[in-house]
């Protein structure tokens, strides 16, 4: 092994022990961390996983486990013992590395927290489906859907109306908050909210109404089971963990 290898392999190791201490006080996060180091600190779970130690991944992973430390995480020994636990944490930890919006991160672990630890936790295969969906859509797709559900809860349906009337009252407004806010531009409106329909968190409205020509949509109920699970999905900024101002609600 040459002499760079070596630097590079000690500065690793010493950002792993820095890690660590940083969690010294919290056994539940030092375990989960320590499932990725189980050989040593040069060695993973997953082999996979070596590749992405560099700075970008460390960055992330401290991001990742910054979130889980700020909220409460109910896990026991026992729980880490699980293969079902187990599995979670690891295709959790391999979506967070290929992961770039710190955001996004923050909901992953939000997710992780909720969905795979603790009396609320889901059924292993539910859990791989939602991650598979939000590792899918990107931040802004995320946000998107988050801003429609919004603007659903403020307009809730009234009395003999349907589901395009519903919409029709708030959608050239959730519009033109897409072209301010998401830089999503004028023409690309109708194809991106398509897309969206691959999720299964959203679906156009259709139907033989007068006068309707397509191009609005609602959210689904898959949405709002994810919701849940997330908790505050996108209400932060860059700042960190709960700071900065609401960044999606709709202006009302």
């Known amino acids: ?19 660590l201490k940083k969690y010294e006080g919290n056994f539940i ?8 180091v189980p050989h040593g600190l040069g060695g993973f779970i997953d082999t996979a996983l ?30 880490m013992h699980k293969e079902d636990f187990l599995h979670k944490y690891i295709i959790t930890v391999k979506a967070v590395l290929n992961t770039r919006r710190r955001e996004k991160i923050r909901i992953l672990a939000r997710f992780f927290r909720n969905g795979a630890c603790g009396p609320e936790a889901v059924y292993v295969d539910s859990y791989e489906e939602y991650l598979a969906i939000l590792d899918e859509l990107s931040y802004r797709e995320l946000a998107i859907l988050v801003l429609l559900h919004s603007y659903e809860q403020a307009h809730p349906r009234q009395k003999g109306e349907n589901d395009l009337q519903r919409a029709s009252r708030f959608w050239e407004q959730f519009k033109d ?29 259709v ?30 900024d ?4 709960g700071e900065g101002p609401g960044l999606l609600q709709p202006r009302l």
């Open 207 to 236: 139907g033989s109404y007068l006068g309707y020509t397509g191009g609005k949509g609602k959210t689904t109920p898959l949405l709002v089971k994810l919701l849940n699970l997330i908790g505050d999905p996108l209400w932060r």
């Open 29 to 36: 996060l030092r375990a989960l961390i320590g499932l990725l």
């Open 177 to 205: 908050e897409l072209v301010n806010r998401f830089g999503v531009g004028v023409d690309e409106i109708d194809a991106v909210l398509i897309r969206l329909t691959r999720s299964g968190l959203y679906e156009l409205i």
């Open 50 to 79: 070596v590749g992405y130690l560099n700075k970008i991944r460390q960055e992330r992973l401290d991001a990742f486990f910054g979130e889980l430390a700020s909220g409460r995480l109910v896990l026991t020994e026992e729980d």
């Open 238 to 241: 860059e700042n960190g963990p």
């Open 1 to 19: 092994m040459s002499d760079v290898e070596l630097t590079v392999a000690d500065r690793d190791n010493q950002w792993w022990i820095n890690f």
